[in-house]
Each structure stands twice: as structure tokens, then as C-alpha cells.
């Protein structure tokens, strides 16, 4: 089954609004991380958070972290079109010795001139 | 350095048809996998190598599915024979931990 859960499914917004994604997963994480893509493209590693850490940012996103809650949030300030993409929250699983990435069925964010 | 390159982009077959995907990780990572994506399951994660070596392949769906990496430089991802629900665009990703850089992905259409 999958870690990571994104919530909403789909996020449709005027441009220059902000758009916050929720990320739920189940078991304890090392860190978590958030990447993108583009439709018919690969993903691309936006942020990536620590266990230790609460909140984190990078230009224009912000993303915190309660790992009471074992849930992470992705806030993308004053969108613009070029935002336009799914977004997936990842979680390390230690699992045989080795370590992998899950990822959860993303966000649909879609930006609106 | 050219990022993680797969080849073929695009690939259409016919059922019953040997596929294989390749893929080149980015130098100097340890780490490589391969992913499927559909939309009824979204991303899956089908087997893990580090260091060259398999470590879990147990998202590979079936026995029609293998991967090999005979170096640290490449990668192969067969399906024998295929099947139309394998269609579906396979990525690889290659990491040095944590992060992971995506190839572009081969779309996979099996008729």
C-alpha cells in the first residue's frame, strides 16, 4: 500500500492566488519530499524535508511538517501558469536493508490565467 | 551531465512482442529504479538497484517482467511477451540518496 496520500486530488486557482497541497502517510519517515510534473514528463525534486525539521522554505514554497500528525503540507505562494502540474509528496521506507521512495497519487494543480 | 536518458521515448508493439527499455543514470549515483505509471494506479515502483545489485524487486508484476544492470552506467528493463495492460509510461530514476532525478520516461503502447 502507499505511504503518502495527497489531498486534494485535483486544485484548480486564479493565477497569483495560493495553493496548499496535504500530504498524509502512515508509518515513521527519515525525511519527505515534494516533486513535480509536468504532463508528459518526468518529476522533478522540488524540497525535501527533514523528520527534525518543521517548516522549510524555497523561493515561492513553503512546506511544513508535523510528524505527529504524520502529515506535510506543500504551499505555493502567488502562483502563476507555469505551476500548472501534479504534485507528489514521497516518503522514505527502509525496507530489505534498502532504502526506496513511496509515492502517493498526487495533487492536479491547475492555474488559471 | 544530461540527466537520466531513456530510450525509447516512445515505443508501440504488438501483443506477444519482446520489449525493452534502457536507461543511463547520472554519473556517479549509486542508486537506480524503475517506476511505471498509469492512471488507474499511478506511480508504482517496480524494482531497485543499488549499486548495481537488485535489491527489491517486488513490484515487479510478473514473471514477464526482468531488469538487469551490468554496470553502473545502464540499465534494461524487458517485458516477454507483452501484453496490452502493460501499457503505460515507464520512468527511470537514479539517486545518490535522498533525492531522485527522473529520466523522461519511454511511453510503452501495447496493441
Known amino acids: 500500500s502507499q505511504q503518502g496520500e495527497e489531498d486534494p486530488q485535483a486544485l484548480s486557482i486564479q493565477e497569483g492566488e495560493n495553493a496548499t497541497m496535504n500530504c498524509s502517510y502512515k508509518t515513521s519517515i527519515n525525511n519527505l519530499q515534494w516533486y513535480r510534473q509536468n504532463s508528459g514528463r518526468g518529476l522533478v525534486h522540488l524540497i525535501l524535508?527533514?523528520?527534525?525539521?518543521r517548516e522549510k522554505h524555497s523561493g515561492r514554497l513553503r512546506v511544513t511538517l508535523d510528524t505527529s500528525k504524520k502529515s506535510s503540507s506543500l504551499l505555493i505562494t502567488a502562483s502563476r501558469a507555469a505551476d500548472t502540474a501534479s504534485y507528489f509528496c514521497a516518503t522514505d521506507a527502509l525496507i530489505q536493508g534498502a532504502q526506496k521512495l513511496v509515492f502517493g497519487q498526487g495533487t492536479r494543480l491547475t492555474i488559471n490565467p | 551531465d544530461a540527466g537520466v536518458i531513456q530510450s525509447p521515448r516512445h515505443e508501440v508493439t504488438e501483443m506477444g512482442q519482446e520489449v525493452t527499455l534502457r536507461c543511463k543514470p547520472i554519473s556517479g549515483h549509486n542508486s537506480l529504479f524503475w517506476y511505471r505509471q498509469t492512471m488507474m494506479r499511478g506511480l508504482e515502483l517496480l524494482i531497485y538497484?543499488?549499486?548495481?545489485?537488485?535489491?527489491?524487486d517486488s513490484g515487479m508484476p510478473e514473471d514477464r517482467f526482468s531488469a538487469k544492470m551490468p554496470n553502473a552506467s545502464f540499465s534494461t528493463l524487458k517485458i516477454q511477451p507483452s501484453e496490452p495492460r502493460d501499457s503505460a509510461v515507464y520512468f527511470c530514476?537514479?539517486?545518490?540518496?535522498?533525492?531522485?532525478?527522473f529520466g523522461p520516461g519511454t511511453r510503452l503502447t501495447v496493441l
Open positions: 538497484f543499488n549499486n548495481n545489485v537488485p535489491i527489491d
Open positions: 530514476a537514479s539517486s545518490f540518496i535522498p533525492e531522485q532525478f
Open positions: 524535508i527533514r523528520s527534525n525539521e
